[in-house]
């Protein structure tokens, strides 16, 4: 995680000196294959996606992947979870959107790219795996309630005026429905128009 | 297809009637096929889905379930449009509910189903598989016309009022997402939160 050892860094000592440059490295490598399987998984879904195909895309070795992520099923569901939450920091710093419409063009775009598509070959796999179901599932309620979050935000909305907590899931459970529909084809202008809609409905009970 | 045959059952000449039963015998067997292919992928996946696996369930010998469907493709394609077949019928001798909301949990509960759980695996799988790719998205192209006709009934919605045939369409996106939300733990409290709220916010757009 950048920033986790930021605040040593001023008192380093001479046995740590040392040290430093290769925990970076080995940082810099774990990024590399969470980056690689999230795109690994997205192309090729779960049943196409080996430690060994990631490792290779990384041009990182079999064994140095191993040591980062012992199993498959860790590196990942590792790897969906670094990539969500390296999304949440960089729409955390952005200002919210002036209208509802362009909130719920945001929100929607979360889940037409690589990791939604990841996410959803790992979901659906879960379903039938039983040694990835519950970490999945655990998985899944941290990004949705991340999500969640996020969408208030971008939204200017307020939990606490009743309706909007519903609204606002909804919402997501429509962005995903979306996602959905767009995973055979382009859907772009029917999910535009959808979009437009669905703004002009639920902008009265957000704001 | 029940009724296919039936108008000419009254003229049966003395040649056809021997071979009859025979082709009553064939057509019980290939629902059984797709029922039981329907049922296979909602509980193991594409990736544990197989023609042996199914026709064993159906109690079928692997060589007649091969002379009704030469490809794995073949079966499960066909499975998952002969169960959706089968349930608009049953859906469209219904009457049309009293309320939104009651229409709304209808739409809803289709995609919380085996039939919704063996289309999404179907889905996934067709993303990153060639071979099943552009028979799935003609597919769904036909299932999701048959729904939106379906959703339009049940709500009593006129697509000619501007607006309606967005709000419809969204509406059966989120009823996507909440099936994808059931898929790895049982999201039924939640979801009767949400439709009670988006019933709500469509019932003016729609009556």
């Not at 064994?63 to 939450?85: M, N, S, W």
């Not at 998985?139 to 208030?152: D, K, Q």
């Not at 962005?175 to 055979?184: I, Q, T």
Request: glycine content about 8%; hydrophobic content about 40%; overall charge neutral.
């Amino acid at each position: 995680m950048p920033g986790h050892s930021a605040p040593d860094r001023g008192r380093t000592t001479a046995s740590e000196r040392g040290t430093a440059p290769k925990q970076d490295r080995s940082r810099a490598t774990r990024q590399r294959l969470l980056e690689s399987a999230v795109t690994c998984l997205a192309e090729r879904g779960w049943s196409g996606s080996t430690v060994t195909l990631v490792a290779e895309h990384a041009g990182v070795s079999r064994g140095a992947a191993q040591h980062h992520f012992p199993t498959r099923e860790d590196l990942f569901t590792a790897a969906v979870e670094y990539v969500a939450e390296q999304r949440s920091a960089v729409l955390r710093d952005l200002p919210a959107p002036a209208t509802t419409e362009a909130a719920v063009e945001m929100i929607v775009d979360l889940y037409t790219g690589p990791l939604f598509r990841a996410a959803l070959h790992l979901w659906v796999a879960a379903s039938n795996e039983p040694q990835l179901g519950p970490r999945v599932a655990a998985l899944e309620a941290r990004i949705g309630r991340e999500t969640h979050r996020m969408a208030l935000a971008l939204l200017g909305a307020d939990e606490r005026t009743p309706g909007v907590r519903e609204t606002v899931q909804g919402l997501l459970d429509m962005a995903r429905g979306l996602g959905l529909a767009n995973l055979l084809r382009d859907d772009t202008p029917r999910r535009n128009r959808v979009v437009a809609q669905w703004a002009s409905l639920i902008a009265d009970t957000l704001r």
